[in-house]
């Protein structure tokens, strides 16, 4: 890290070689070999890279640090981003610990919402985002750097990030009512977010919660927020409850 710091990648990559070539099984190797599976982007090789990474580099179960989840996590999410959800569940199914797999299941299901596809595996893969996310937050783990407040506040933000994306793939589908509960536990830890804002005005549109709807959008107005969800949302409230835009 020195040499990098330094301006000095060379010396740090060949310093890097050296401790990889007499040791090749080591922390250094199996990190290299893990870039290297992020990287690869054909799902052949990747799963070719994942059975010599997972042969090199055997589990040894008092050694947390040889866990083989994050890297099984990573072919997992890569058969996910391809919509291959065979290729997925069988990856999926020897994470241990499933929270290595719920970024990957949040990130694809934004993509497939906003793209309007795929969206009965978005919503059945951003849930499972929710409910890996919920149960984590029961007993967030601590560690040498993150103490037990902040751990619970990084995954706090996780359920947030997590739901706002459950919320909308749901009122995407026209199921605001069911979205309504887990977008106002969003709002109500987030209410000066413009995102927040107006996923929660819309959701709260689509359960025909007009003024309630307009109340949000009026707050974020007033924190000088302007959007074309507000202006749009605002009106389609509007004109809901008055009968015309008059």
Known sequence: KLYYDLG???QAEALANKITDK???GTIARQNAVTKLYMEKDLKKNDSLYNVYITKFPENAAEPSTSHDEATAIVAGAHLKTGDMAGYYKYEAMV???MEV???LNNVAWDWAVAGKHMADAEKISKQAVDIITKGMENPPASAYTSA???RKNYENSYNMFADTYAYILWKENKSAEAL???KTVYDRTSDEENS???YAEILGGAGQYAKAME???HGYSLGQYSDVYKTELKKDYIALKGSDK
Do not use: D, L, S, W
């Open 8 to 10: 000095q990648g060379q």
């Open 23 to 25: 040791f090749p099984t």
């Open 96 to 98: 241990k610990n499933k």
């Open 102 to 104: 719920a970024g990957y």
């Open 149 to 151: 407040k902040q751990a």
């Open 181 to 183: 509960p887990y977008m």
């Open 197 to 199: 804002i107006e996923h």
């Open 216 to 218: 949000v959008i009026e």
